[in-house]
C-alpha cells in the first residue's frame, strides 16, 4: 500500500462474557490478523455489551485479561493492532446513548440474538439486551469503520448498524463511514457437537457441545468422539448430515485441506477414525495458541501496559469522530 493512501479501517469485537470457543476462534479472531499489515486495527474486548447478561464480577474482570490475552496469542500483535477494552474508552456509551435516539423500537425488536437472548435469560429482560445493537454501532461508527470481521450471527447486527449510520448522515450530511462486513463463508457458523442444528456458542451449559480454545488434548479429543453425528458412517458433506458436515468444516479450517479430499481420505473409514482425526488436527492446530496464552496470562503489568496503550489510541480516534457527532446534532461545546 502506497503512504501516499489513507489505511482502511478495521473493527471487531468479543465479549468477555465466557471461555472463547473454537466457534469464536474460526469465525472471528483467527482472521483479525489478516488485516493488521495493510489496515488500521482495531480489536476490542467489549466489557459493556457482557454486562447485558448478569456477570459475576471476578469472573468478568478475570476474562477481560483472558481475552486480551486469546488476541494476542491468536497472532494479534500489539504494536501493529490496536487492542483495548471498550469500558476504557467513554465514547462508546456516549455514542451508543446518541444512536439509541437513532435507532427505532421496531428495528430492536427485529433481532433474532434478542429474541434469543431474552428467552434464555427471562429474569433478566434488561433495557439493555434490546438496545445492545445501537451500542455495536456505536462500537464501530465510532472508528470510521470499513471493514467488520464477524460470524453470520452478527450480519442482522452489521445491517442495522449501517442503516442508523445512513439514517444519520441523511439526517446531518455526511458523518459516518458505512461499513461493511466481513464474513468468512467457510467458517461463518461452527455448530455445536451435541446439537448440530444450534450454534456452538461460548454461554451453552452443555461442556460437550462445545470445545474451547484452551481447552487440553485429552478434553478435546474426548468431545469430538463424543460428538453427535448420524446413523450411517460415511463421512460425506451434505445439508442432511449436519454433525458430520460440522465436522468436516472444522477438519478443513484447521488442515487446509478441500472437503472432496476429505471425503477421499476417510473414504470407507467410517467415523470413529474420522473423530479422532478431527480431534487430532483441532487440539494440533490450538495447541501453540494456548502456549502463547499461558506465556501470557502470567504477565498482568504487561497486558494492563497493551489495554492503556491500546485505549489512548482508541481515545484519540474516537475523539474525533464525537466531536463531529455533537456538533451536528447540536450540542454546545
Ligand atoms: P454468547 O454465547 O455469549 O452469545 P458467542 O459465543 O456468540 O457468545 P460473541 O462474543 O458474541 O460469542 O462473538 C464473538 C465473535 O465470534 C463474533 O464475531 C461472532 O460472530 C463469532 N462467533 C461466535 N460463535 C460462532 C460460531 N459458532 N461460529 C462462527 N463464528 C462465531
Ligand atoms: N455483538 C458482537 C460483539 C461486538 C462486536 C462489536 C462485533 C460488539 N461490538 C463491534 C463487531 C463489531 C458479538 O459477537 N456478539
Known sequence: MSEMTEKKTV????????NLTIGNYLGA??????FSEEYKTFYCVVDLHAITVRQVPAELRRRTYETLALY???????DKNT???QSHVPQHAELGWIL???TMFGELSRMTQFKDKSAKHSQNINAGLFTYPALMAADILLYQTDIVPVGIDQKQHLELARDVAMRFNQIYSDTFRIPEGYIPT??????SLAEPTAKMSKSDPNQNAVVYILDSKDDIMRKFKRAVTDSDSVVRYSEDKPGVSNLMTIYRAFTGKSLDEIEREFDGRGYGEFKLAVGEACADG???VRAEFDRLIADKAYLEAVMKKGAEDAYHTARKTMSKVRR???FVG
Open 29 to 34: 479472531i483467527k482472521n483479525f490478523s489478516r
Open 328 to 330: 451536528k446534532i447540536g
Open 100 to 102: 439509541d435516539c437513532y
Open 11 to 18: 473493527f471487531s469485537g468479543v465479549q468477555p462474557s465466557g
Open 83 to 85: 487492542l483495548f477494552v
Open 286 to 288: 490450538l495447541a501453540p
Open 72 to 78: 494476542m496469542a491468536c497472532g494479534l500483535d500489539a
Open 186 to 191: 467457510d467458517t461463518m457458523k461452527i455448530m
